[in-house]
């Protein structure tokens, strides 16, 4: 069974958006729908101390308490109480996915709006950076290098300022748009591409490149943004369909098998709008949740 967490505290802010509901519509679907191999399941608590090892603590002051209030929204979206309890359990659950994946081989959590977060301040609906943070856990939980995959219609620009520094974290960005862009570097893999017709094809590449030239990865984070789909109003290209999203899904999962590579996987992008409702919105992500559950698990020796 592939262990996916997920906390009704993961919708606990007030404001209503893609970013701090999906989750619920997710785990509601498995209620209704269940997907043979997926165990949900809660995670457990989160910890200040755990934000303020990635994030300034005066940043993570104010997404608490709400002040100063421009900080606080940095993210952009309102603030509210339930914010606090929000990130601190979508985050946790993150990193609770990355420990997972490493025993059993997969494992993910239902958590969204990472990959963009600052050190000390928030972007584009992310507040922290649960990528950041969980790969800092796994580093402490005795993995020895950590992929970061991050196939979000935009760019981790986020995640690259917090892992930049780290040799031990490797990053490979596939993106169809340049928001949050950033300059790669040697252990950092940016492609912002056009043509959806080289999609499946570039992140192919990308990822023989990284099997032959990069360490032996005990851990494989991967940001399944579903943004890149043609319907979505916010990220998506024109050619990228369902099917190929799947296909996509299929390439990943199976290129961490095939080496012997734990993955531990969260949402990330995809927004309802004029093309794309809430139904067709929970079976893209679905498209993870399958994917995952055909990933044989195993009892894991650190």
Known sequence: ?????????????SHAFDTTRKSKWVADSLSTQAISGIDLRAPQSF????VIEVHDPDYALAVETGEPRSLAESQGFPWDAGIWSMVLASNGGVVEAALAAMQSGAAGSLSS???????AQGKGFCTFNGLAIAARA????GARSILILDLDAHCGGGTHSLI?????IWQLDVSVCSFDSYEPSERTVLSILRDASEYLPLIA??????GSHAPQFDL????????????????????????ILAERERIVFDWCRERGIPVAFVLAGGYIGSRLD????VDLHRLTLSAAARTPTRDRQQ
């Open 1 to 13: 069974m592939v262990q996916v967490f997920y906390s009704p505290s993961y919708v606990g802010a």
């Open 278 to 281: 809430q139904r067709r919105l």
């Open 47 to 50: 910890t200040r101390q755990q």
């Open 138 to 141: 796994a580093l402490a939980s």
């Open 113 to 119: 709006g990472l990959h963009h977060a600052r050190r």
């Open 164 to 168: 930049m520094d780290n040799p031990r």
């Open 220 to 243: 494989c984070l991967y940001n399944a943004g579903m943004d890149p789909f043609e319907d979505c109003d916010i990220g998506g290209l024109e050619g990228i369909s369902q099917e």
């Open 205 to 210: 590449s990308r990822l023989e490149d990284l």
